[in-house]
């Protein structure tokens, strides 16, 4: 077959043809369009596509069908191609109907269908292919094949390839990696002089970039390392949820706004694969996506970025807050936004961080899930972000472990993320466990783990992936005395700085105001801070009006 395939099934003959008709009009040139009257004949199909090794993007199912449901064909669609996005067909103001919301809500709430697509009723249908065509563009991001791709080829997955892929990842920019003497690799270099240094970027354009160093590869894919200027009303250290949402609202009611941050765009955010529970994306968004639109809503408004810089001091002076940069300097704001939110905590296994990139992985699968296709993954950690890990996962590979210290998954987890994890048929959940050693067996690559269970049991499991999500510790080593942090570091803001902070105005702090007036924490960073993606938002956005205030009632002067 000339491409991947698309499939429809329904045994309404009148509503099957209606959507060959959409499929084969807008995607035959690029796609190869199935459609089948049944069940049993689409499992046939599908069956035959597997063992001939054919890519199967989409299979969209009508939501009663002869012998089983919608959701039970897709279901088993997964189990064939588990890369195939799967959309339950239903008519127009189905999810009215009780039966219909019930059905669509189980099926998504246990990994049964991606989403549900209304059933063509005109011709166009531009509301069908909407949703047809963020299947297809989510399935060619997940593949590595979507337009715009960097690749990174190196010698080997560890290393400065891995820092690579991971600069990429932080960036948020579409990238996909292959080693110098695979067949892509060797594609890859044809057209280009010959190599003998590696890793490199070969850019979607044609150009090489022999081992570039991290502003570099920013400023290949667009994004401005030093700022034009250094005065601005707000700067903002952080480009996580919290601080784009800061960026977002300070650009667009009129302040001067500047966003640093040491890596790219979306913080820890960026590693996750699917967020449900976001206001506005019914479908779900992965945390690149999000960050990835943030971004360019907060540019267009007029907010400027610096990548790859690191925020190395802060002092107010001259009634102006300085932030001193490791690559560009010095810059002020008349207020700064602490938004550098948290890392990931180090597990602290000597052979187990030798692997560090060959597949021993800090933060979510987002871009090396598909590297691990008909393999054992584990994830360990027991937060939202960790179980969204193990099901993108259980996409890719063969069988997926969520090892957990914890004594239950509630203990850190949203129920939503629960039912699924339960429901998912390849993912294995070890409570009071943790992960204690482990090692390549000479392969260069990942090969076992060694779990150990709270009764003092150890028992080695085969293991080709090892994604660690296990707390966080916040990124506040380079502030100054003056701001407040609790015993763990996190920034003390508001009515929480209590009597005993040395606060040096008449007026009281605002509420996400830290112990140095003019400086605000907004996010994970914050004592007390919700670890969610909305809250981060929220928090970002209250910052700014937290500005706003501050800078017209200019309430910056000392006690008299």
């Known amino acids: 077959m000339p491409g991947p395939v698309l499939v429809a099934v329904d045994d ?19 796609y190869t369009v199935v459609c089948e009257g049944s069940p049993d004949a689409a499992l046939m199909n599908l ?25 039970e064909l897709l279901t088993r669609v997964h189990q064939l191609h588990p890369h195939a996005k799967r959309g339950l067909l239903i008519e127009w103001g189905g999810w009215g109907d009780p039966a219909t919301g019930e059905a ?42 979507a337009p715009h791709t960097i690749h990174v080829v190196g010698e080997s997955w560890s290393g400065r390839a891995y820092e690579l892929r991971d600069v990429l990842e932080r960036c948020a920019i579409p ?14 270099l044809a057209g280009t002089r010959e190599q003998t240094h590696f890793p490199l970027i070969v850019l979607p354009n044609g150009k090489v970039l022999t081992d570039p160093s991290d502003a570099e590869i920013a400023e290949a894919a667009g994004a401005a390392v030093d700022p034009c200027e250094s005065d601005f009303d707000v700067v903002i250290v952080g480009s996580g949820p919290a601080g784009l949402s800061a960026a977002v609202y300070g650009a667009s009611e009129g302040l001067s706004t500047l966003v640093v941050d040491e890596g790219g765009i979306g913080g820890q955010a960026a590693s996750s694969s699917l967020i449900r529970n976001y206001l506005g994306f019914p479908r779900g968004v992965s945390g690149g996506r999000l960050a990835e639109q943030a971004y360019e809503q907060a540019w267009v408004l007029g907010a400027k970025f610096a990548f790859m810089q690191g925020a190395v001091s802060l002092e107010r002076r001259d009634g102006r807050i300085h932030v001193i940069l490791s690559r560009h300097g010095p810059v002020s704001g008349r207020s700064v ?42 994830v360990l950690g027991g937060a939202n972000s960790a179980g969204q890990a193990a099901l993108h996962l259980a996409r890719f590979a063969k069988n997926v472990t969520l090892v957990v210290r914890a004594q239950s998954l509630a203990a850190g987890m949203s129920h939503y993320l629960i039912r699924q994890i339960e429901s998912a048929p390849n993912v294995t959940v070890r409570l009071a466990t943790e992960v204690v050693g482990g090692g390549d067996d000479g392969a260069g690559w990942l090969r076992h783990l060694v779990l150990r269970s709270t009764d003092g049991g150890e028992e080695t499991v085969r293991a080709e992936g090892l994604f660690l999500m296990i707390g966080a510790r916040p990124r ?8 407040a942090r609790d015993s763990r570091g996190f920034v003390v803001t508001g009515s929480e700085l209590g009597a005993d902070a040395s606060w040096p105005l008449e007026r009281a702090p605002y509420l996400l105001e830290t112990s ?34 501050l800078v017209a009632d200019e309430r910056l002067h000392p006690v008299s």
Not at 518 to 535: M, Q
């Open 12 to 30: 309404d003959p009148d509503s099957l043809s209606a959507v060959e008709s959409e499929l084969r009009a807008r995607y035959a040139r690029d």
């Open 516 to 549: 140095m007036p003019g400086v605000f924490a907004a996010g994970d960073v914050r004592h007390g801070a919700v670890k969610r993606v909305a809250s981060a938002v929220g928090e970002g956005s209250i910052a700014i009006q937290l500005v706003h205030r």
């Open 104 to 145: 669509i809500f189980d099926a998504m709430a246990h990994g049964r269908i991606d989403y549900y697509v209304l059933r063509p009723a005109a011709a166009p249908d531009e509301v069908f292919h909407q949703t047809v065509s963020s299947f297809l563009l989510e399935w060619s991001q997940a593949r590595r094949i």
């Open 175 to 188: 990238h996909a990696f292959c080693l110098a003497d695979s067949t892509k690799g060797r594609e890859l």
């Open 476 to 483: 506040t080593d380079w502030l100054p005395a003056e701001i």
């Open 47 to 71: 069956e035959s596509l597997r063992s001939d090794g054919t890519e199967v993007a989409l299979v969209l199912a009508g939501q009663w069908l002869a012998g089983m449901t919608g959701s």
């Open 337 to 378: 936004i602490l938004a550098t939110g948290a890392a990931y905590r180090r597990l602290g296994v000597p052979e187990l961080e030798a692997l560090n990139g060959a597949g021993v992985f800090y933060g979510g699968p987002a871009s090396e899930a598909h590297g691990l296709a008909d393999l054992e993954a584990f």
